[in-house]
């Protein structure tokens, strides 16, 4: 049972353009999501967050969008550069809390 | 500053051994998350503890246990070792019991043959 799911295993976009990762969740109790980085032989690194009292989150290159109703949220890279190239994981929670739920993750690979 | 820290670094056992992994949060954060991720998932939740205490488990046999001292390190403990326990193991700490967001170590890699 897959209560967070990110869709597009990989996503490949040239550097300079914008890169959007989506994800989609089920559960309604979750109130709280996050986005990681990962690169290889490292732990996730967190990104950004967005609460649902919110329907959009900034932080320098990356927003987080939260669309309740769709169940959705993506979030957007811009401009995409090739250290960008990692693997992403969408995680939610219900509450501020330690158990995250992940998706899968994609794999950014920004092409200079 | 540190971060969190996680020893060993890769780990090969045989099926039926059992394994500890261990880990030493960020100064200053008295929570402990334990995550597995297999290859190809996401990472999942094991436990979460507090102040020494479990606060909360995800959905594994009882094979799997772990606990924190009063340092606030954490060991997490998995017996009688399956094929389908090789994976990742990521631990995270926290300020608090409801604090966001995770700050991950780099893991321990278990492969189980």
């Known amino acids: 049972d897959q209560q967070v799911k990110q869709n597009s295993p990989s996503l490949s976009v040239q550097e300079g353009r914008i890169s959007i990762l989506n994800c989609d969740y089920t559960?309604?109790?979750?109130?709280?999501f996050l986005w990681y980085k990962k690169y290889p032989a490292e732990g996730p690194t967190f990104l950004i967050s967005?609460?649902?009292?919110?329907d959009k989150n900034e932080d320098g290159r990356f927003t987080v969008f939260l669309n309740k109703s769709a169940k959705h949220l993506s979030l957007h890279i811009v401009p995409s550069q090739p250290g960008d190239s990692a693997v992403y994981f969408c995680?939610?929670?219900?509450?501020?809390?330690?158990?995250?739920?992940f998706g899968a993750g994609t794999i950014l690979r920004v092409k200079s | 500053d540190a971060g969190v820290t996680q020893s060993p670094t890769h780990l090969i056992k045989t099926r039926g051994q059992h394994v500890t992994l261990r880990c030493s949060p960020i100064?200053?954060?008295?929570?402990v998350s334990w995550y597995q991720q297999v290859l190809g998932q996401g990472p999942q939740f094991i436990f979460q503890?507090?102040?020494?205490?479990?606060?909360g488990r995800g959905n594994f046999p009882d094979r799997f246990s772990a606990r924190q001292f009063p340092n606030y390190s954490s060991e997490l403990n998995v017996n009688a070792l399956l094929l389908g326990d090789s994976a990742l193991y990521l631990c995270?700490?926290?300020?608090?019991?409801?604090?966001?967001?995770?700050?991950f170590g780099n893991g321990t890699r278990l492969t189980v043959t």
């Open positions: 995270a700490s926290s300020l608090g019991e409801f604090s966001s967001p995770l700050h």
């Open positions: 559960n309604s109790m979750f109130d709280y």
């Open positions: 967005i609460s649902s009292i919110k």
């Open positions: 995680a939610a929670s219900a509450g501020y809390g330690n158990k995250l739920v």
């Open positions: 100064s200053g954060h008295k929570s």
């Open positions: 503890y507090y102040e020494k205490e479990e606060r």
